[in-house]
């Protein structure tokens, strides 16, 4: 059930909408997985930032008016969401998203994100 909590949590940290609402049955693991499989296809549908054509500086962060941190609360989502339900699909691009980041001396200061950090 945490796992579509945190999916849930990412989306709205992420401002994305969702127009329909989903069939949830509490007591069934199978409602959850596919809730927070519908959910997670979901986040991933706002994410282009992984095209042949996106600069490197882009690869991981959503288009505007999302901030660096919605893009990290959908992956930290998406991370809780394979961990809880073993649907590994995402950890592709979440990998590149997250290893995108990564500076010089294999740490994430956000060098590569400007503006919205507090400057």
């Known amino acids: ?5 945190t999916i849930v949590l990412a989306a709205t940290a992420a401002g994305l909408h969702f127009a329909s609402a989903l069939e949830l049955k509490v007591n069934s693991t199978a409602s959850i997985r596919n809730a927070a499989a519908t959910l997670a ?60 980041q990564v500076g010089p001396d294999n740490n994430v200061g956000l060098l590569k994100i400007s503006g919205g950090k507090g400057e």
């Open 41 to 100: 296809f979901g986040l991933t549908s706002w994410y282009h930032n992984n095209q042949s054509s996106t600069t490197a500086t882009a690869i991981g962060t959503f288009p505007a008016p999302y901030y660096w941190w919605e893009a990290g609360a959908v992956w930290g989502g998406l991370v809780d969401y394979w961990a809880y339900t073993n649907d590994s699909s995402y950890n592709p691009t979440v990998t590149q998203a997250l290893l995108a």
């Open 1 to 5: 059930m945490r796992s579509l909590s």
